[in-house]
T-cell receptor, first 110, second 110 residues
C-alpha cells in the first residue's frame, strides 16, 4: 500500500450524518485522488487534486466534498446529500503516471 | 464514466497455466496501465504501456497494446496461487485522470 494511509479501515454511520475519511501520503506526490468502488465494479473518480489548495470534480462528485490544505493530506467528506454512500473508498496519489493506492475505507451507512 | 471494459469478467485456471485478460477503451490515450487488487485491499500498479509501444514485459507479465483497435491484453504466465486477485486496466488520456475498467477476477487453483 506504499506510503499512503487511510483511516479508519471500517466506518459505520447513521443515515443523515456527514462523515470524513482521512487520507495521508508521505510520498511527496503533487496529485491525489478519491475513488469509490462498488461490489464487482471498477473505480469511479470522485475528486482529484493536482496541487495544494486546488481540486476538481471527478465523475461522481455529487454529495461529496474535499479539501487540500496540505500536500500530504486530502480528506473526503461524505455528506448526507450522497444518496447511496455505502461503498469502499480508495485514496491514491501520483507524481506522474502510476498511482499509489491506500488500503481503503469501507463505509457502511444504515 | 468508466472508459474501459474488460473481458472476461472472471477466470479460473490451474496453477502453472497462463491467464489472459483483455481490455478495451473508447478514446485516444497517452498510456494504459494494469493494476492488481487483492480482496478488500488497495490497488497495486503492475505495468504501464505507452501509446507508442506495442508490447511490454515485466517478469511473468506481458502486456500488448493495439491502438487501432483500442484494446490491450495482459498475460500472466506460469500462474501461482498468489496471483489470485482482480485485475484492472486503466487508461490515461492527456490529463492526470485514469479511467478504470470493471476488472477481471482471476482464481488460480492449486
Amino acid at each position: 500500500d506504499g506510503g499512503i494511509t487511510q483511516s479508519p479501515k471500517y466506518l459505520f454511520r447513521k443515515e443523515g450524518q456527514n462523515v470524513t475519511l482521512s487520507c495521508e501520503q508521505n510520498l511527496n506526490h503533487d496529485a491525489m485522488y478519491w475513488y469509490r468502488q462498488d461490489p464487482g465494479q471498477g473505480l469511479r473518480l470522485i475528486y482529484y487534486s493536482q496541487i495544494v489548495n486546488d481540486f476538481q470534480k471527478g465523475d461522481i462528485a455529487e454529495g461529496y466534498s474535499v479539501s487540500r490544505e496540505k500536500k500530504e493530506s486530502f480528506p473526503l467528506t461524505v455528506t448526507s446529500a450522497q444518496k447511496n454512500p455505502t461503498a469502499f473508498y480508495l485514496c491514491a496519489s501520483s507524481n506522474r503516471d502510476e498511482q499509489y493506492f491506500g488500503p481503503g475505507t469501507r463505509l457502511t451507512v444504515t | 464514466s468508466q472508459q474501459g471494459e474488460e473481458d472476461p469478467q472472471a477466470l479460473s485456471i490451474q496453477e502453472g497455466e497462463n491467464a489472459t485478460m483483455n481490455c478495451s477503451y473508447k478514446t485516444s490515450i497517452n498510456n494504459l496501465q494494469w493494476y492488481r487488487q487483492n480482496s478488500g485491499r488497495g490497488l497495486v500498479h503492475l505495468i504501464l504501456i505507452r501509446s507508442n509501444e506495442r508490447e511490454k514485459h515485466s517478469g511473468r507479465l506481458r502486456v500488448t497494446l493495439d491502438t487501432s483497435k483500442k484494446s490491450s491484453s495482459l498475460l500472466i504466465t506460469a500462474s501461482r496461487a498468489a496471483d489470485t486477485a482482480s485485475y484492472f486496466c486503466a487508461s490515461r488520456s492527456n490529463d492526470y485522470k485514469l479511467s478504470f475498467g470493471a476488472g477481471t477476477t482471476v482464481t488460480v487453483r492449486a
